[in-house]
């Protein structure tokens, strides 16, 4: 019989009341991939038993914390990250984003960005990511085939486009984007990955027709699927959707009369949203996906998630690559200190956001705006070991320690001052995937 595994040290994490709460000197027990007791080491020490457990002890300036959850990444917009960024979102996407995606036709160039894509935000503690394919079916099943592979867990989205669009980035009918979308869906559906699910993407509402909105929605519903797309990110593309779209009454109705928004839809952005609109959102259990680097690279605009948290909205972090030129979460939980604190800057009696509110964010927040928080997003019993070992004093750590730094203060330069070389162990499902051997990435990719 396999042992359980017993972690034993400082953890923290965040729960329903506490956006971070650290437990020290603590015991994790971990029986094939899910989290079996969390109690205080004295406790754990009265029932160890040799037979049983396999202790492995963190030292001092070693800590757990959950994996971090991207919600929003465009896995086939990872060649251009850290490039093309001098545009605006509607030129940008016409002038380097639907050329590098139109590339993802060919399997074998899918195949190769897609491993150095999973491999990289693995590397950075990303647990779970909900991705952004193309519009090709074949290289969204190898996006998923190669996810599996290197055990990450995600939600993968083929991305539908009736709508204005270059000829040769485009679906050609409402109809073949939702056979081919079925198709997918079914296909990997079929597949029974232990963590990969898919998840209905239509693109945004410029890139889509009413009536294949309309499709999505009834499919999203009969088969209980999540969903995601983009909103009310620039103020150009708000008047854009305005125009083509007289009847709605806002934004978020456009999607709403199709049955897009749901508990299991997370919407990307969210900058120029109403009153009314968060309310609704709000009511319908959807969630927010905030991407700060993407919304100061590619100009944007300044993203209040104060005011969405004070209201009760579901609010994760993204990374929004390529918008966002850095795929690593951590980058995102620093920039979204900085855009909370411009606000700040503005309006002093704005009271900005904090590590403690972008490490919720990161964490459990993700895995609520993902709708799988039953699964994963903190340590509670039940849920699967989805974790990182952060070590503070490894080789390469950029992170100085002081006799006064509190528990919180390591986590905190942890947030600030880390790097993937403080994240040595990556579990998902309870085992260190960093470990596994998968195919090389071919270099020219
Ligand atoms: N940031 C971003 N916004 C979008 N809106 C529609 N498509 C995209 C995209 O690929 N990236
Ligand atoms: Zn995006």
């Given amino acids: 019989m396999a042992k359980t595994q017993v972690y034993c040290g400082m953890f923290v994490h965040s729960t329903k009341k506490d956006y971070m709460r650290i437990l020290q000197n603590h015991a994790i027990g971990v029986k094939e991939g899910k989290i079996v007791f969390v109690e205080e080491m004295i406790k754990f020490q009265l029932k160890a038993n040799e037979k049983e457990h396999e202790v492995i002890k963190l030292n001092n300036n070693e800590f757990l914390m959950p994996g971090m959850i991207d919600t929003h990444i465009h896995a086939p917009q990872y060649p251009n990250a850290g490039k093309g960024l001098d545009q605006g979102l509607l030129e940008w996407l016409n002038k380097y984003t639907f050329p590098t995606e139109a590339k993802f036709k060919e399997l074998e160039f899918a195949k190769n960005t897609y491993r150095k894509i999973v491999r990289r935000t693995l590397e ?26 290197n055990g990450q867990r995600a939600l993968v989205g083929k991305v539908n486009m009736n709508a204005n669009s270059p000829d040769y980035y485009i679906e050609e009918s409402v109809d073949v984007s939702v056979s081919e979308t079925k198709k997918f869906v079914d296909e990997v559906l079929q597949k029974k990955y232990p963590r990969v699910l898919p998840i209905i993407t239509p693109r945004f509402a410029i890139s889509c027709s009413q009536q294949l909105m309309d499709a999505l929605g009834l499919l999203a519903i009969e088969k209980d699927l999540h969903v995601q797309t983009h909103i009310s990110e620039t103020e150009d593309e708000c008047e854009m959707v305005g125009k083509l779209y007289p009847e709605c009454e806002d934004y978020l109705d456009v999607y709403d009369k199709a049955g897009l928004i749901r508990n299991k839809t997370v919407l990307g952005h969210g900058i120029y949203l109403s009153d009314k609109e968060r309310k609704k959102i709000k009511q319908k259990g959807a969630s927010i996906s905030h991407c700060p680097n993407s919304n100061l690279s590619i100009r944007s605009g300044i993203f209040n998630a104060r005011q969405c948290l004070s209201e009760g909205i579901k609010v994760g972090l993204g990374t929004d690559v390529s918008g966002g030129y850095s795929p690593s979460m951590m980058d995102a939980m620093r920039t979204a200190i900085h855009v909370s604190n411009m606000l700040t800057i503005k309006d002093r ?7 403690r509110e972008v490490f919720m964010m990161a964490t459990y927040g993700g895995s609520q705006a993902l709708a799988i928080d039953h699964l994963v997003g903190n340590f509670e019993v039940g849920k699967e070991f989805d974790a990182l070992l952060v070590s503070l004093d490894c080789p390469g750590s950029q992170v100085d320690i002081f006799d ?37 990435v071919c270099p020219k990719a």
Avoid: M, W
């Fill in 124 to 149: 950075n503690g990303t647990t779970t990511a909900s991705y952004y394919g193309t519009i090709h079916i074949d290289a969204c099943l190898a996006l998923c085939d190669i996810i599996e592979e």
């Fill in 349 to 355: 009696t704005h009271k900005p956001i904090t590590h």
């Fill in 404 to 440: 006064d730094d509190t528990p919180e203060d390591l986590v905190q330069k942890f947030i600030f001052l880390g790097d993937n070389r403080n994240i040595q162990k990556v579990f998902v499902n309870g085992e260190d995937v960093l470990q596994r051997k998968v195919p090389d």
